[in-house]
């Protein structure tokens, strides 16, 4: 069975950093792209990040492009996102979503973690 | 960017057909896929793929979802309707980057 569980969201203030994991199983996580997607309260979704099964390649949106760095660790099957200089529209529930690179969609979601950006 | 434009609500009763639509406004075809994919989320869950390529049933899903469409128009249909289906439903493009519609609440009449 597919798990993602994200970690590490919380409440930061405005133009400080957090980072975001997400423990993946039940998949061979080092041959799957992946990505964060994000939703602001009441809002509706908002792709983040992706990046490669590798990880030598990586997609941001230009919302974030610059501030937010996805990588992952294959040994650990762990995904990350870094977020710096965050703003309080970047508040949001992110998810990690399991990508199929073919098609582009993403076939498994974790529960999401919050992140409030506020001082 | 490519823009997603989809009805905010739909309301429909139980056992009938729900049509949600979704339009682009650049053609998401490319070399005869359409890659435009379709999400159910209810309250407090996280997303759950229901169609991708935009007619491919996603494993699991019952046959009362189907997709169409082709180039900038794109439909989710259900049918029949049931009461567990009430949620909001997105449409999502990958034909250059990732961006979703708005999304569609799915009421009951």
């Known amino acids: 069975e597919v798990q993602l569980v994200e970690s590490g969201g919380g409440l930061v203030q405005p133009g400080r950093s957090l980072k975001l994991s997400c423990a993946a199983s039940?998949?061979?996580?080092?041959?799957?792209?992946m990505a964060w997607v994000r939703q602001a309260p009441k809002k509706g979704l908002e792709w983040v990040a992706t990046?490669?099964?590798?990880?030598?390649?990586?997609y941001y949106p230009d919302s974030v492009k610059g501030r937010f760095t996805i990588s992952r660790d294959n040994a650990k099957s762990t995904l990350y996102l870094q977020m710096d200089s965050l703003r309080s529209e970047d508040t949001a529930t992110y998810y990690c979503?399991?990508?199929?690179?073919?098609?582009?969609?993403?076939?498994?979601w974790g529960q999401g973690v919050m992140v409030t950006v506020s001082s | 960017d490519i823009v997603l434009t989809q009805s905010p609500a739909l309301a429909v009763s139980l056992g009938q057909r729900a049509t949600i639509s979704c339009k682009t406004n650049?053609?998401?075809?490319?070399?005869?896929?359409?890659?435009m994919h379709w999400y159910q989320q209810k309250p407090g869950q996280q997303p759950k793929l229901l169609i991708y390529?935009?007619?491919n049933l996603a494993s699991g899903i019952p046959a009362r979802f189907s997709g169409r469409g082709s180039g900038t128009d794109f439909t989710l249909t259900i049918d029949p309707v049931e009461a567990d289906d009430t949620a909001t439903y997105y449409c999502?493009?990958?034909?250059?980057?990732?961006?979703f519609g708005a999304g569609t609440k799915l009421e009951l009449k």
């Open positions: 979503a399991k990508v199929i690179w073919a098609g582009g969609y993403f076939d498994y």
């Open positions: 039940g998949f061979t996580f080092s041959s799957f792209a």
């Open positions: 990046i490669t099964s590798g990880g030598s390649n990586t």
């Open positions: 650049q053609n998401v075809d490319y070399y005869g896929n359409s890659y």
């Open positions: 390529l935009a007619s």
């Open positions: 999502q493009q990958s034909r250059n980057l990732d961006t």
